[in-house]
């Protein structure tokens, strides 16, 4: 079993920042992805950013030049900087990851959401 664990969320003011942590632990042979999804009331989850094992990353076009996704892979985790935040970006912010575990298998997983909202 996998779990994700996030951090980082809460109340900041437009212009501000925040950087969000998701941290996976439990039987992980290897990680081929992860990434960081949003969902604001009565809208559906979309995918914010999000980094490929050898391939790159990737982000959604609101968001280009205002977050940046990296990775520990020391540690097997995923952080999104959040700059320049709008109050369009008020939303939950769930993690996602694509996990090969030891029976070579790919399983995904979500963490518990964290909080963001962008206010004054």
């Known amino acids: 079993q996998v779990q994700l664990v996030e951090s980082g969320g809460g109340l900041v003011q437009p212009g501000g920042s925040l950087r969000l942590s998701c941290a996976a632990s439990g039987s992980i042979f290897s990680i081929n992805r992860m990434g960081w999804y949003r969902q604001a009331p009565g809208k559906q989850r979309d995918l914010v950013a999000v980094?490929?094992?050898?391939?790159?990353?990737n982000y959604a076009d609101s968001v280009k030049r205002r977050f940046t996704i990296t990775k520990d892979n020391a540690k097997n985790t995923v952080f999104l900087q959040m700059t320049s935040l709008k109050p369009e970006d008020t939303a939950d912010y769930y993690c996602?990851?694509?996990?090969?575990?030891?029976?070579?298998?790919?399983?995904?997983?979500w963490g518990q959401g964290t909080q963001v909202t962008v206010s004054s």
């Open positions: 996602n990851a694509d996990i090969i575990a030891y029976n070579r298998r790919s399983y995904a997983y």
């Open positions: 980094t490929i094992t050898g391939r790159g990353t």
